[in-house]
């Protein structure tokens, strides 16, 4: 009996092993899988980023800081 479920999961996992070899020689796995030339993007992306929001902060900080104390001694009045 343990024969027999060694022999099938043998079989399974082979079915398997050459599904996935078939997907990775395929052209829809090689176009996503080709990250060569994406670093210096991504950094970039991030400078970008970094310093749209320290702009953005420099600008909104004392309005934000304002609102917030205003809230707070609001909620401090309801007590």
């Known amino acids: 009996m343990n024969e027999v479920i060694a022999i099938k999961m ?3 996992t ?27 993007g991504w950094v970039l992306v991030v400078l970008m980023t970094t310093g749209l929001v320290t702009a953005l902060w420099t ?14 001694d609001a909620m401090n009045g309801i007590r």
């Open 10 to 12: 043998a079989a399974v």
């Open 14 to 40: 082979t079915y398997f092993t050459i599904r996935i070899l078939e997907f990775k020689k395929s052209r829809f796995y090689k176009a996503f899988s080709d990250d060569r030339g994406d670093v210096p």
């Open 59 to 72: 600008i909104a900080a004392p309005r934000l800081t304002a609102i917030l104390k205003n809230s707070l």
